[in-house]
């Protein structure tokens, strides 16, 4: 093999690397987000049962009921405590502001439905409306949150990948 025809393999070989490790930063940008969402979720619901083990009276013997106690942790607990430690240490505000925002993803979905009134919109719309990144997981993550307010009649379906405000 030649000299040339060595450095034209070794030139092609670094253009697809660069290639990849563009891909997979998006890629990784996109995963970061998710987990953030999921993570926020998480958190909510840990929030939402810890509130409605409040309000149930404690199980005595012989009785039928819900057998969890107030201060044992769920099992989702554990999995976020794993979860939270695989964050970097230091992130830049960038990333800090992103993933807050995907916290309050519910809230801003709402305000948004209120702005937009009697409208049908698609879940890439709100993600868009929302200043979100278009990618699949992004919008993916809006459309979860669409169907869980759906789920609890906070908004509803109007047709297949329709939304619309109460």
Known sequence: MSVTHAAHHI?????SLEEDLA???????????ELAAVV???SSVQRALGALQALMPPAGPGTSGFT?????PPRATEAAA??????PAA???????????YG???????????????????ARDVAAALGRATDSSSINAVRSTLDRLVGT??????????????
């Open 23 to 33: 891909r997979l930063e998006i890629q990784k940008q996109a995963l970061e987000r």
């Open 11 to 15: 030139e092609v070989t670094a253009e």
């Open 82 to 87: 794993h979860v939270e430690p695989a964050r």
């Open 153 to 166: 009649s906070r908004i509803r379906r109007t047709g297949r990948g329709l939304y619309r405000a109460v």
């Open 40 to 42: 926020a979720h998480l």
């Open 104 to 122: 309050k993803l519910t809230e801003q979905i709402l305000d948004y439905f209120a702005e937009v009134g009697d409208v049908d919109v698609r």
């Open 68 to 72: 969890g106690t107030r201060d044992a």
């Open 91 to 101: 992130e830049p505000a960038g990333e800090e502001s992103a993933q807050k925002s």
